[in-house]
C-alpha cells in the first residue's frame, strides 16, 4: 500500500521560508519516477489545489499563486518529492500534500502545516 509522509510545514512570519519534504513508500522507484508528482493545500473552508508539479520528465509548472516563489524537485533515488517555499505570505497558510500530479495513489497522506503570519 503507498504511504505518502509529508513533513517540514511550521509557523513562519511573512516572508519567510520553509522546505517541505514528501516520502512515497510501498512502491518501487521504477513506478514512483514514471509518475509526475505535485504539491496540494488546502485552506480552511477551501478546496484542495493543486500549486505545483514535476513530470517524470522534471518539467515543472505552478500555480500563479506561488510562481516565482516556490520551487518544487523531486529524488527518484529517495522516492521522494520537496517543495522549497520563500517569500512566504499570510494567504499560503494551508495543509501542504504530495501525491501525483494527477489524481492520486489511492490515499493520501496527513499533510503538514504551513502557517504564515502578519
Known amino acids: 500500500q503507498v504511504q505518502l509522509v509529508e513533513s517540514g510545514g511550521d509557523l513562519v512570519q511573512a516572508g519567510g521560508s520553509l522546505r517541505l519534504s514528501c516520502a512515497v513508500t510501498g512502491i518501487p522507484g521504477t513506478i514512483f519516477r514514471l509518475n509526475g508528482m505535485g504539491w496540494y493545500r488546502q485552506a480552511p473552508g477551501k478546496q484542495r489545489e493543486l500549486v505545483a508539479g514535476?513530470?517524470?520528465?522534471?518539467?515543472?509548472n505552478y500555480a500563479d499563486s506561488v510562481k516565482g516563489r516556490f520551487t518544487i524537485s523531486r529524488d527518484n533515488l529517495k522516492n521522494t518529492v520537496h517543495l522549497q517555499m520563500n517569500s512566504l505570505k499570510p494567504e499560503d497558510t494551508a495543509v501542504y500534500y504530495c501525491n501525483k500530479d494527477r489524481g492520486s495513489f489511492g490515499s493520501w497522506g496527513q499533510g503538514t502545516q504551513v502557517t504564515v503570519s502578519s
Open positions: 514535476i513530470t517524470s520528465g522534471f518539467t515543472t
